[in-house]
């Protein structure tokens, strides 16, 4: 079955990095496109970011762009989401999750999701 | 880009049937069927539930219908269960992003 292993959140000061990552097992990773999404505590989902499944597209949302780069390694089934410039309201908890498909439509629909690992921005 | 509006809470006894609506623009839901809903239980992971409007992913019950009209998409629960409270979301393709909205709790009364 679909696994997706979340890792690498902590505590980050204002202005810092982190890389989190997402081990997938259960299913042929190459094949499938590939998101994050994140949730501040208490709130709602915010999409954040895909990558298709070869890694040749990907989108951002508006509020991370020029700041977070989503890549991939097939060959480890890892997605990862390398985070610069951080700020307080990019505190909560980020999923990813396996896309219905590895590009066109099924590209843009998150199906099976991580249990997410917590990132707090704060100084 | 601007979240999607959701009716805050919604309510219905076991048996019942409720509707969620789920409002957005032109630029999302009036101009692609690509709107999903998303189930959260809390403290756990977001659940796909329904996928371009009207499509169930495998294993999710019937009782589970969507429907998109115009700018607005809905998401009737028939036969409300106890299981079934839960955080609703509703999520569009929006031009190369995805836009949620903001959440609708469910509660069985």
């Known amino acids: 079955q679909v696994q997706l292993v979340e890792s690498g959140g902590g505590v980050v000061q204002p202005g810092g990095s982190l890389r989190v990552s997402c081990a997938a097992s259960g299913f042929t990773f190459s094949n499938y496109a590939m998101h994050w999404v994140r949730q501040a505590p208490g709130k709602g989902l915010e999409w954040v970011t895909v990558t298709s499944y070869n890694g040749h597209e990907k989108y951002y949302a508006d509020s991370v762009k020029g700041r977070f780069t989503v890549s991939r390694d097939n060959s480890q089934s890892t997605v990862y989401l390398q985070m610069h410039s951080l700020r307080a309201e990019d505190t909560g908890v980020y999923y990813c999750a396996k896309a219905l498909g590895g590009s066109g439509n099924h590209l843009w629909s998150p199906l099976s999701w991580g249990q997410g690992t917590l990132l707090i921005v704060s100084s | 880009q601007s979240a999607l509006t959701q009716p805050a809470s919604v309510s219905g006894s076991p048996g019942q049937s409720i509707t969620i609506s789920c409002t957005g623009t032109?630029?999302?839901?009036?101009?692609?069927?690509?709107v999903s809903w998303y189930q959260q239980h809390p403290g756990k992971a977001p659940k796909l539930i329904i996928y371009?409007?009207?499509e169930w992913p495998s294993g999710i019950s019937s009782r589970f219908s969507g429907f998109k009209s115009g700018n607005t998409a809905s998401l009737t629960i028939f036969g409300l269960q106890a299981e079934d409270e839960a955080d609703y979301y509703c999520c569009s393709y929006a031009g190369n992003t995805l836009v949620f909205g903001g959440g609708t709790k469910v509660t069985v009364l």
């Open positions: 371009e409007v009207t």
């Open positions: 032109t630029s999302d839901i009036g101009s692609y069927n690509l």
